[in-house]
């Protein structure tokens, strides 16, 4: 069935470094892809999307791509801040809709 | 704007007792989920539902049930409580299964 990958958290970085949280999918046709943030003792909102191969989804700073010859859905960030802490999800829907699959999640801790 | 709520917000289960998680939304949304939530597990769907009186099993269904008799409400019932069941539940919603999901705030289950 579909799945989705993430690296494992936790992620430390300084203020204003470089973001990347890796995520891999596997999945039949031609899914969506989707990254969530859950910032502390909130529920997940979206944070940015892509529908179809090469599409890039940005939304805060935040970029994705939509790598279908990798099967990746690579978060980035070119300088993060403190309140970009929170644990990041990768996502996936299959072509024909219905239930949206999560990676495990990936902790985002950044330091002043 | 109320969006998702969920309640209650923290609940505390005797082994084999029974609950209901209440979950209503104001959006008109037809798509309707139950998640729960584990350390390091990422998000699980248990049930969910395309419109009122259309409920499907997620990947980990047991111990659990649902009904949708309207488009707003969509109770999660938890028979028989068992410690397994200790977690975070999210409800989510959205206008089509199209992965852009608005969760509530989540319900935090212990059961003892």
């Known amino acids: 069935g579909d799945s989705v990958t993430q690296m494992e958290g936790p992620v430390t970085l300084s203020e204003e470094a470089f973001l990347t949280i890796n995520c891999t999918y596997t999945?039949?046709?031609?899914?969506?892809l989707f990254w969530y943030v859950q910032y502390p003792g909130e529920g997940l909102q979206l944070l940015l999307k892509?529908?179809?191969?090469?599409d890039k989804g940005s939304n805060k700073g935040f970029e994705a791509t939509y790598r279908k010859e990798t099967t990746s859905f690579h978060l980035e960030k070119g300088s993060v801040q403190v309140s970009d802490s929170a644990v990041y999800f990768c996502?996936?829907?299959?072509?024909?809709?219905?239930?949206?699959?999560f990676g495990q999640g990936t902790e985002l801790s950044v330091k002043p | 704007n109320a969006g998702v709520t969920q309640t209650p917000k923290f609940r505390i289960l005797k082994i084999g007792q029974s609950m209901t998680l209440q979950c209503a939304q104001d959006m008109n949304h037809n798509y309707m989920y139950w998640y729960r939530q584990d350390p390091g597990m990422g998000l699980k769907l248990i049930y969910y539902s395309v419109g009122a009186g259309i409920t499907d099993k997620g990947e980990v269904p047991n111990g659990y049930n649902v009904s949708r008799s309207t488009t707003e409400d969509f109770p999660l019932r938890l028979e028989l409580a068992a410690p397994s069941q200790t977690s975070v539940y999210f409800c989510a919603s959205s206008k089509q299964g199209t992965g852009e999901l608005f969760f509530g705030e989540g319900s935090r289950l212990t059961v003892l």
């Open positions: 996502a996936l829907i299959g072509g024909q809709g219905g239930k949206l699959i």
């Open positions: 892509a529908t179809k191969a090469d």
């Open positions: 999945a039949t046709g031609y899914p969506s």
